[in-house]
C-alpha cells in the first residue's frame, strides 16, 4: 500500500519549536516532490511549504518564511519540516502529501498521496 505517516506534532507553547516528520511507506520518495499543508478551525486548508523530488529547490508561504526550514532525507524516506518560533496562528492541523512532479507548489489539488495529518496546537 502506498501510505504517508504524519508524526512529531503536539502542544508548544509560543516560541517553541517542533519537527515534524513525514514517512513513506509502500514507495520511495526518491521521484516526488512533498508538500506541507495546514488547516485550522473554519479555515481552508493552506500551502505551508514544499520541496522538489532532488530536494534542490524549496518554497515556503510568506506567514512562516524564516521560521520553517523543509528538508528531506531520501535514504531515511523521509520529510521533515522543522518550525521554531511558532505562533498561536500556527494552530492546525498539518498534513504532508505527495506529487509526481519533480517541481511542487502550494495547491491542494497538484498532489496525489496524503497523510491522514499530525495536529500542532501552540498556546500558553
Known amino acids: 500500500q502506498l501510505q504517508l505517516v504524519e508524526s512529531g506534532g503536539g502542544l508548544v507553547q509560543p516560541g517553541g519549536s517542533l519537527r515534524l516528520s513525514c514517512a513513506a511507506s509502500?514507495?520511495?520518495?526518491?521521484?516526488?516532490?512533498i508538500g506541507w499543508f495546514r488547516q485550522a478551525p473554519g479555515k481552508e486548508r493552506e500551502g505551508v511549504s514544499c520541496?522538489?523530488?532532488?530536494?534542490?529547490?524549496?518554497n515556503y508561504a510568506d506567514s512562516v518564511k524564516g521560521r520553517f526550514t523543509i528538508s528531506r532525507d531520501n535514504a531515511k524516506n523521509t520529510v521533515y519540516l522543522q518550525m521554531n518560533s511558532l505562533k498561536p496562528d500556527d494552530t492546525g492541523a498539518y498534513y504532508c502529501?505527495?506529487?509526481?512532479?519533480?517541481?511542487?507548489?502550494?495547491?491542494?489539488?497538484?498532489?496525489?498521496?496524503w497523510g491522514r495529518g499530525t495536529q500542532v496546537t501552540v498556546s500558553s
Open positions: 502529501a505527495a506529487t509526481p512532479k519533480h517541481y511542487c507548489s502550494g495547491y491542494p489539488r497538484e498532489y496525489d498521496y
Open positions: 509502500g514507495f520511495t520518495l526518491d521521484y516526488v516532490a
Open positions: 520541496i522538489s523530488s532532488s530536494g534542490g529547490s524549496t
